[in-house]
């Protein structure tokens, strides 16, 4: 059984923009956190944004401030991330998660429980 699917990335030049998107089954989506993390060749997966099981609350890592935007549509089952002005330091795979709102903090990858297989995005000079 597959809860969530991430699609939309791929190679893009530098200062483009892709939409990833993330479906989920319903069983994880209704009053689930959830959030973005990516993990480039040789490091650890980094957090890059969280949103509320509302949308009423968003949080981004500093190095995509300004430039991604998070957002949910609950009655699509979907999550999506925007990103604009890529830049090569974005370069990473790509994952959507999900965790039930309990206490915790949502910037941690190890308080997810639920994650897709990732997206692969690749940002060229």
């Known amino acids: 059984q597959v809860d969530l699917v991430e699609s939309g990335g791929g190679l893009v030049q530098a200062g483009g923009s892709l939409r990833l998107t993330c479906a989920a089954s319903a069983r994880v989506f209704a009053t689930y956190i959830k959030g973005w993390f990516r993990q480039a060749p040789g490091k650890e997966r980094e957090f890059v944004a969280t949103?509320?099981?509302?949308?009423?609350?968003?949080t981004y890592a500093d190095a995509v401030k300004g430039r991604f935007t998070i957002s949910r549509d609950n009655s699509k089952n979907t999550m999506s991330l925007q990103m604009n002005s890529l830049e090569p330091e974005d370069t990473a795979v790509y994952f959507c998660a999900a965790r039930r709102p309990v206490a915790g903090d949502d910037k941690q990858a190890d308080e997810y429980d639920t994650w897709g297989q990732g997206t692969r995005v690749t940002v060229s000079s």
């Open positions: 949103i509320s099981w509302n949308g009423a609350l968003t």
